[in-house]
């Protein structure tokens, strides 16, 4: 079983400068790009660098964007472990996430219901009903999808709903359908269950 942890920058309070790391993973201007400024949730979303590049040492794919959700916050300095794990809880379930759910399944059955529960999620967002869908926006279930996006980016629900929707080889370099939807079964625990054989590996791998 593997549990998800959340990263933090290395030395995030003790240093004048962020110390860099591997830059996988980080938000995209695309992804920025889909938030208005009257979106509470970009400044909550991001930890925006850009205007102060001396601050930090650029990773790989620097942007200078970074994940501000659930950052380790300045009143828990402690360093994160050696891969830079905090000791913050995992979210694995917001009621944001579950309205865009029951919007998605209302959406996809013909219910009524769709739009209330997809605006319920833009009003927490801009603080008033002045967002609400509208069908010159395009189609219902890809607005749901495009919010979904927002409202929980950095917090690893895209590929799974990549995945799910059947969008992956889409939006993903290199992804192919029938087997990058699950990942090889891990050699060691093959052999520790003795089951290389009578297990086998999961297809395309």
Not at 58 to 85: Q, Y
């Amino acid at each position: 079983t593997y549990f998800v942890k959340f990263n933090g920058p290395r030395s995030p309070y003790d240093n004048p400068v962020y110390d860099a790391g591997w830059g996988f993973c980080i938000p995209t201007q695309e992804l920025y790009d889909m938030f208005d400024e009257d979106d509470m949730r970009r400044d909550v979303t991001f930890y925006d660098l850009r205007e102060d590049p001396d601050s930090y040492s650029p990773s790989r794919d620097n942007t200078g964007l970074f994940n501000k959700k659930f950052l380790p916050r300045k009143a828990d300095p402690r360093a994160g472990s050696d891969p830079l794990n905090y000791a913050s809880n995992y979210r694995s379930i917001r009621y944001a996430d579950v309205l865009l759910m029951a919007a998605e399944a209302e959406a996809k059955s013909g219910g009524a219901n769709a739009e209330n529960y997809l605006n319920q999620v833009r009003a927490r967002a801009y603080g008033n009903n002045s967002h609400d869908y509208s069908s010159s926006e395009g189609s219902l279930l890809d607005a749901i999808y495009t919010e979904r996006r927002k409202e929980l980016a950095g917090e690893g629900h895209r590929f799974f709903d990549l995945v799910r929707t059947g969008q992956a080889a889409d939006y993903i370099d290199g992804f192919t359908p029938n087997k990058n939807e699950i990942f090889p079964i891990p050699l060691v625990e093959l052999e520790l269950a003795n089951a290389i054989e009578r297990w086998g590996q999961n297809p395309g791998y």
